[in-house]
């Protein structure tokens, strides 16, 4: 009589195997996965930092104030930033609420953009 199937041994083997392929390529994948995340959150930053500076272009007239920031949610009202949806931070799942920070470099006579999450109480707007 002859059986037909797998050897304990032979499972064993296969289990490994596998256990094996898994270890080399789940952290490969979530690496993959953590950098698509913070190229995506890269480019909304760069998407919000043009909206501002549209925005000083066409509206802000004071280069004497040295800083000053503008809010999200402003540029959103404004119509700079697409306002149906809300802009979600991928790395952590939760809607953006920071400012674009405009700092005048008087030396170089020419502006400087820069998201943060905290917005001062000197605003542009």
């Known amino acids: ?20 392929l898994a270890s080399i390529t789940v952290p490969t994948i979530v690496g993959i996965i953590n950098g698509s995340k913070e190229d995506t959150l890269e480019e909304q930053k760069n998407r919000i930092l043009n909206a501002a500076e549209r ?26 930033i697409e306002s149906n949806k809300d802009i979600i931070d991928p790395t952590t799942n939760k809607t953006m609420t920071g400012c674009v920070r405009i700092t005048y470099d008087s030396e170089n006579n020419q502006y400087k953009y820069t998201y943060v999450d905290t917005c001062s109480q000197q605003k542009c707007n």
């Open 1 to 20: 009589m002859k059986n037909k199937g797998f050897t304990l041994i032979e499972l064993l083997a296969v289990i490994v195997i596998l256990g094996i």
């Open 55 to 80: 925005w000083s272009t066409q509206n802000w007239r004071n280069p004497q104030e040295n800083t000053c920031d503008i809010e999200l949610d402003f540029l959103k009202k404004e119509g700079y």
